[in-house]
C-alpha cells in the first residue's frame, strides 16, 4: 500500500514532510523522532490511519487506539507543562514578592510593593487596586493609596512603557514609589477621600469581608443587596474583590482590587493566589507601621531625655549661679557701709574746702572713686537680684521710654540722644519688667561708654511670636576680643572699663530664657538684640 505520510521511511529529504522545515534537521534522519514529534499531528498519517482502518486490518482498531490516547496523553503532557511554568513564575515571583517585603521597615516601601504587585502583569496583573488602612484611634477604615489607570487611554500608555522597560518587580516598584507615589494619591484622592467607614458598621461590605478574613468577590455590584449603591458608584465598577489584611488576628486593612478596563473575570484561582499574598502584606504593613510608631516614640524619648539634660544643666548652673549671688551680695553688703562711711566723710570734707586747698583734688579723688566703688556695688546685688525673674505681661513701648528717661540725665550731659518710636501693634510681653528694664538701661548706658556726641537708636518690632528689640550704635567701634570682654563678668578693658553691665544682662534674660545677641558688623557698630516672648509658656 501507498502511504502518503513519510512514517514507513528511516530517512526522508527535505521537503519529504509538509510539517520539516528550517531548524528540524536532525528529524529527516531519525524515524522515531519524526513519527512521535510530526506524524502523529500530520494530516497525511491521519489519511493513512483512516486507510489502514478500512482494510480491516486486525491491528487496525488496536492502533486507532493507542494514537488517540497518545494525542489525549500529549495534550495533557503541554497542558501539565504550561501549568508547571505558570506556577514557576509564580513561585519566583512571590520568592521575590516576600523577600522585599520581609526586609523592609518602610512603610511606603511596603505599600508600593504590594499594590504594584497585584497590578503588575509579572504580578496578579489587575488592572487596579485601592488600600485601606485601619486606623484604631479613629474607629475607621479608610482610604489611603490606589494605583492603577482610570482610562483606557492612561492603561494603554503605562503597559506600553512597562513592556518597553522590561522591569523586575522590585524596579517597578522602586519606580512607583520615586515618580508615581504622590501622582497616584493625588490622581485617586477624590475616591479615597470617600473611602471612609466606621469600623463599628458591622452591616457594611467592606467591615463584614474584614470581620470575615477571607476574599469577597463582589458580582453585580449595583443590584447587590450587601452593596452600599454610592459605595458602588464611587469605585464605578460592576465587579471587585475585597481582599482583607490581617495579621496576627488584628484587622491592618482591606485592598480593592478590579478589571476596570479589560473587564477581564476573575477567577477563583486570582482569589486564592491573592489570599496566599494579603498574609505576608499584612504583616509587612503591621510591621513597617509599628516600626514608625517606634521612631516617632523613640524620637519623643530622645527629645524628653535632650529637655531633661538641658534642666538638669539649667539646675546646676542656677546652683552654681545662687552660690555666686550670696557670695557676692555678701561681699557687696560688707563693704558697702564702709563705703557710704568713707564716700560720706569725703564729700562732707569736700564741701568744707576751699578751692585753693592743695588737698582738694585728693579729695575730689577719693570722692569720684568712692562713686564708681557705689555703682560697681549696685550692679552686684542687681546681679544677685536676677537670679529669681517675677514675670508678667508688659507694654514694650512703655518699657522703653521709661528706660529712656531714666537716662535722659546721662544722655543730656554726654550730648548724646536715644532715638526711638512707638509701634502701636506691638502685643505685650510676658516678662519681668524690673529686670528687662535693667537690660535696657544698660545697653543704652553700655553704648555711650567714654563718648559724647553719640546717637542710639532704639526698635521694637514684632517676629513671629516674639517681640525684638534693638538697640543700635553705629558710630561705635568693637573689636571681637572686646566684644567677648564686654560679655565676660568682672573682665576689664581700658577703654571700656567693667564688663559686668553686658553679663549681667545676658544672666539676668537667660533666667527667663530670653536670648541677648550682640554683634558687630562688618561695616562697623554693635548692635544688641533682646528677643522677647508674648506668650507665657506652659
Same mark, same amino acid.
Given at each position: ?109 511596603? *505599600? ?128 471587585? *474583590? ?80 545662687? *552660690? ?215
Amino acid at each position: 500500500m501507498d502511504w502518503e505520510c513519510c512514517w514507513d521511511r528511516e530517512a526522508i529529504a527535505m521537503g519529504d514532510c509538509p510539517n520539516i522545515g528550517p531548524g528540524d534537521e536532525e528529524l529527516l534522519l531519525s524515524q522515531r523522532r519524526r513519527i512521535l514529534e510530526k506524524c502523529c499531528d500530520c494530516t497525511n498519517f491521519k489519511n493513512d490511519l483512516a486507510r489502514f482502518q478500512d482494510s480491516n486490518h486486525p491491528l487496525a482498531t488496536a492502533f486507532s487506539i493507542v494514537h488517540s490516547e497518545f494525542q489525549h496523553q500529549k495534550t495533557q503532557i503541554h497542558s501539565l507543562v504550561s501549568f508547571l511554568d505558570t506556577k514557576t513564575l509564580e513561585i519566583r515571583f512571590l520568592h521575590e514578592l516576600g523577600y522585599v517585603l520581609q526586609s523592609s521597615t518602610d512603610l511606603e516601601e511596603v *505599600l508600593s510593593v504590594a499594590l504594584t504587585a497585584i497590578t503588575a502583569g509579572k504580578g496578579f496583573g489587575m488592572n487596579r487596586a485601592f488600600l485601606l488602612m485601619t486606623d484604631r484611634d479613629a474607629g475607621l477604615l479608610k482610604g489611603y493609596l490606589a494605583i492603577g489607570p482610570r482610562n483606557l487611554e492612561e492603561a494603554t500608555q503605562t503597559w506600553n512603557e512597562i513592556s518597553m522597560n522590561d522591569m523586575d518587580l522590585q524596579t517597578l516598584a522602586q519606580n512607583f514609589r520615586q515618580n508615581k507615589l504622590s501622582a497616584e494619591r493625588a490622581k485617586f484622592h477624590d475616591i479615597l477621600e470617600q473611602l471612609a467607614v466606621p469600623l463599628s458598621s458591622a452591616d457594611h461590605v467592606l467591615i463584614r469581608a474584614l470581620d470575615g478574613r477571607h476574599p469577597v468577590l463582589i458580582e453585580n455590584a449595583f443590584q447587590h443587596p450587601d452593596v452600599d449603591p454610592h459605595f458602588a458608584s464611587l469605585l464605578g465598577v460592576d465587579t471587585f *474583590l475585597l481582599m482583607p489584611l490581617i495579621s496576627r488576628n488584628r484587622r491592618v486593612g482591606m485592598i480593592i482590587a478590579d478589571n476596570c478596563i479589560t473587564r477581564r473575570h476573575i477567577t477563583d484561582e486570582d482569589m486564592h493566589s491573592l489570599e496566599t499574598f494579603s498574609f505576608p502584606v499584612a504583616f509587612a504593613i503591621e510591621r513597617a507601621t509599628l516600626y514608625d510608631r517606634l521612631q516617632v516614640e523613640l524620637n519623643r524619648v530622645t527629645e524628653a531625655g535632650k529637655k531633661l539634660k538641658e534642666q538638669q544643666d539649667l539646675l546646676v548652673r542656677m546652683e552654681k549661679m545662687a *552660690l555666686v549671688g550670696r557670695i557676692t551680695s555678701s561681699i557687696a553688703h560688707s563693704i558697702r557701709n564702709p563705703l557710704m562711711i568713707i564716700g560720706g566723710f569725703a564729700r562732707s570734707i569736700l564741701k568744707s574746702s576751699r578751692p585753693s586747698d592743695p588737698k582738694r583734688d585728693f579729695i575730689e579723688s577719693i570722692v569720684t572713686e568712692t562713686r564708681q566703688l557705689e555703682g560697681v556695688l549696685e550692679e552686684i546685688l542687681n546681679y544677685s537680684d536676677s537670679l529669681y525673674p517675677t514675670r508678667d505681661f508688659w507694654d514694650v513701648n512703655r518699657l522703653v521710654e521709661s528706660a529712656i528717661k531714666d537716662v535722659e540725665g546721662l544722655l543730656v550731659i554726654r550730648h548724646s540722644e536715644c532715638v526711638f518710636e512707638p509701634d502701636s501693634s506691638l502685643p505685650q510681653a510676658y516678662i519681668d519688667i524690673k529686670q528687662v528694664s535693667f537690660c535696657v538701661r544698660t545697653l543704652i548706658i553700655s553704648d555711650m561708654e567714654g563718648r559724647t556726641g553719640e546717637t542710639i537708636k532704639v526698635s521694637a518690632t514684632t517676629d513671629d511670636e516674639y517681640i525684638l528689640i534693638t538697640v543700635e550704635d553705629k558710630g561705635r567701634k568693637v573689636s571681637q576680643e572686646e566684644l567677648d570682654a564686654l560679655l565676660t563678668p568682672f573682665a576689664f578693658t581700658h577703654d571700656m572699663g567693667s564688663g559686668l553691665g553686658l553679663a549681667l544682662c545676658r544672666t539676668m534674660l537667660e533666667r527667663q530664657n530670653i536670648p541677648l545677641t550682640v554683634l558687630t558688623p562688618p561695616e562697623g557698630g554693635l548692635t544688641c538684640m533682646i528677643k522677647l516672648p508674648t506668650r507665657k509658656e506652659e
